[in-house]
């Protein structure tokens, strides 16, 4: 079976699930709208994208699903705006056909960016259930081993676990361990660490670099929680961060002329985060 397939049918799973179980907000009318404009914007940029064949895009579906299960806006065109977005910077926004972002965690920096009091990222869509969690757990191992990155949401764990205790905790009396630990009941935080956080074309493929990325995602994340206070958004953002550098560890001869694209990526990828953190923090979470 191939590799999207696999992901997508998973996610598909994970959706259906959702919907009867948890509390995914969306109806079935709008799930179905935003998949099926999702599929006909990935086609239409691959019409125009030369650089590529002309192909059927599973992976469309992913940067569907995590928009879904990640964010929450009132107007179902929100949806459509940034899913659009996202897709056109991986067809677009790209260096020897490799991409920078994820297409879901762009969509999300892009919600937040233009529509931050109309779209807000959650983490309780799926709840706490242990038995879910599972479930997803068992369903991304799989994929991981497949793809070789099952290390990063192991690292990933232990050292914003190491972080948030040595560089929060010890600091605010407010925050107990309990409250780091928490969070990972969440089966959406949960789903981030595992198809998000992991996503093949914008991590590294050689295990050190993985255990470095997954590292400095952590640590970025959780020093933005200990000077801005805890926000969900931060580990998005960090991941939007780190991403730009992956393409380094993938090319040989063509470092100039990525150095100069990636200079001026980053230039736009500090003034969207600085522009984001300097927003007032909201307190929102889906809890049925």
């Known amino acids: 079976m191939p590799l999207q397939l696999h992901q997508n049918i998973n996610l598909f799973l994970l959706l259906i699930v959702g919907s009867f179980v948890a509390h995914i907000h969306l109806g ?17 940029f691959l019409y125009f994208n030369k650089s590529r064949e002309f192909y059927f895009s599973y992976s469309s579906f992913s940067t569907a699903i995590g928009v879904i299960v990640l ?33 879901s965690n762009f969509s999300l920096m892009m919600a937040l960016l233009f529509f931050y009091n109309d779209a807000h990222i959650i983490s309780g869509q799926f709840g706490d259930e242990l038995w879910l969690a599972f479930v997803v757990s068992f369903l991304a191992i799989v994929i991981l081993v497949r793809v070789n990155r099952w290390i990063i949401p192991f690292a990933f764990v232990l ?13 605010d009396p407010v925050v107990i361990f309990e409250d780091i630990y928490h969070r990972f009941y969440s089966v959406t935080f949960i789903l981030f660490i595992y198809f998000m956080l992991t996503d093949p074309p914008v991590t590294p493929s050689k295990w050190y670099w993985q255990i470095a990325f ?21 580990l998005f953002m960090a991941v939007f961060f780190f991403s730009l550098f992956v393409n380094f560890l993938k090319v040989d001869k063509e470092f100039i002329p990525l150095l100069k694209l990636s200079a001026i990526i980053l230039f736009f990828v500090v003034a969207i985060l600085t522009f984001i953190e300097m927003q007032p923090p909201y307190y929102f979470e889906m809890e049925g």
């Open 28 to 44: 079935w009318v709008e799930l179905i709208a935003i998949l099926v404009f999702t599929v006909f914007v990935e086609h239409f």
């Open 71 to 103: 964010m929450y806006s009132p107007h179902l065109w929100i949806y459509f705006v940034v899913i659009a977005l996202g897709l056109a910077q991986k067809h677009f926004i790209t260096f020897e056909g490799k991409q920078f972002f994820n297409p």
């Open 159 to 171: 050292s914003y676990l190491f972080f948030q205790h040595f560089l929060v905790v010890l600091y």
């Open 214 to 234: 997954a590292f400095l995602v952590a640590l970025m994340a959780v020093l933005l929680d200990r000077f801005y206070g805890f926000r969900v958004q931060h």
